[in-house]
């Protein structure tokens, strides 16, 4: 039997050069951290009946009916996790599909499946007002007719997304440039705009995907090797942790057809 210890380490960029060097010497960096929850609407996260995927792992019951706004993969994973455990499950989403990401196919067939599971739909729909109380949430939304629709559960689990967790990083001490939405801008080498510095992960534009990370951190220790490198990201495959799952790699149909394949 062995021990292990997990350890978190935070900290800011004061400089390109955080640790001491010999002189001539050459030190190269990379950037590979986590993301946060992405709030896209005026919601207020109370992390008690109104939650993220972090609360939802955490929760001490089962919900009698959670409401999840998002019909992306991180809502439908917990939502069938919690309803395979008893729970009602309803989804609001703004898109016509679930996981829009991947073909749409496979959404009409995840739809299926979790619909016999006791999942209800409101598909097309905006959410506009999200309401907490000590026992239960209430969420309207619109419906693009304009007609307001309004569910009330106990749990409201929101999964509209995540961003990069670049806030506070110090970038800007050393000269790293982002983008409108906080990535990190990064050539075709993932080097940032600082010369020694690259960047790999959630903090980059891309899936946020463990394995594209790890791709990226081999390709990065080849570049600095002196090696020429490649990924095709057609080549990373996606999955959705449901039951039954769902798996993509490569181009959607819908791509495809953009491209006139």
């Not at 390109?16 to 996260?45: C, G």
């Not at 629709?149 to 749990?155: F, W």
Request: charged share 30%; proline share 3%.
């Amino acid at each position: 039997v062995s021990n292990s210890l997990s350890v978190l380490i935070s900290g800011t960029f004061i400089s390109k050069f955080p640790l001491p060097i010999l002189e001539d010497a050459e030190i190269k960096l990379f950037i590979d951290l986590k993301n946060l929850e992405e709030n896209l609407i005026a919601i207020e996260i109370d992390k008690k009946r109104i939650i993220t995927s972090t609360e939802a792992l955490e929760l001490k019951e089962v919900p009698k009916h959670m409401i999840v706004i998002g019909g992306g993969v991180i809502g439908m994973e917990l939502g069938s996790v919690y309803a395979r455990l008893g729970a009602e499950v309803s989804v609001v989403e703004f898109m016509d599909d679930l996981i829009p990401s991947m073909d749409k196919t496979m959404g009409k067939e995840l739809k299926k499946s979790l619909k016999k599971l006791g999942f209800n739909y409101y598909l097309g729909h905006k959410v506009t007002e999200v309401k907490g109380t000590a026992k239960t949430v209430t969420v309207k939304a619109e419906n693009k007719k304009g007609e307001t629709v309004e569910v009330k559960g106990d749990y409201c689990l929101v999964s509209i997304g995540r961003k990069p967790y670049t806030e506070g990083l110090g970038l800007e001490n050393v000269g790293i440039k982002t983008d409108d939405r906080g990535r990190i801008e990064v050539d075709e080498h993932l080097k940032t705009s600082a010369d020694n510095i690259y960047a790999i992960g959630d903090v980059i534009k891309g899936a946020m995907l463990a394995h594209k990370a790890e791709e990226e951190g081999v390709f990065v220790a080849e570049t600095i090797m002196g090696q020429k490198p490649h990924i095709n990201y057609n080549l990373i495959p996606g999955v959705v942790y449901t039951w039954p799952e769902v798996a993509s790699v490569g181009f959607t149909e819908e791509q495809l057809k953009e491209k006139g394949v």
